[in-house]
């Protein structure tokens, strides 16, 4: 009985926070935007991730709210030689670049409060 409630709960939490998720993550475009200056939001995810589904909403707003700020994501199972350029060990890893510099990076992390001030340190 609790293989069966842990299943269903696992299922509605994912389903829950459905959003489509496609590796977006460009190597030229992250270099040439680093180069340039700008800020880049990465984010790293895996398909069967719960907590990686509402880091995926959250920065979808994020995008919207923070439109100078560049948003590159990948999944962290299939592109393994980004996470390794990137030195990204975890799933739901999200890093802050400004000047080719890491700004911020956090893990596992689903406030949005808190994603939104990692974002502003490099604003």
């Given at each position: 009985?609790?293989?069966l409630i842990f299943l269903i709960v696992i299922l509605f939490n994912t389903?829950?926070?459905?959003?489509?998720k496609k590796s977006t993550f460009n190597k030229d475009l992250f270099l040439k935007a680093?180069?340039?200056?700008?800020?880049?939001?990465i984010n790293s995810w895996n398909k069967t991730c719960p907590t990686c589904a509402k880091q995926v909403v959250i920065l979808k707003d994020a995008e919207a709210d923070?439109?100078?700020?560049l948003f590159l994501s990948f999944e962290q199972t299939v592109d393994k030689e980004i996470a390794k350029f990137l030195e990204i060990d975890y799933w739901t890893t999200i890093v802050?670049?400004?000047?080719?510099?890491?700004?911020s990076r956090i893990i596992g992390e689903t406030e949005k409060s808190i994603i939104y001030a990692n974002i502003k340190k490099a604003t």
């Open positions: 009985m609790k293989k389903n829950c926070y459905s959003e489509e680093q180069k340039e200056g700008k800020i880049v939001v923070f439109k100078q700020v802050v670049y400004k000047n080719n510099k890491e700004v």
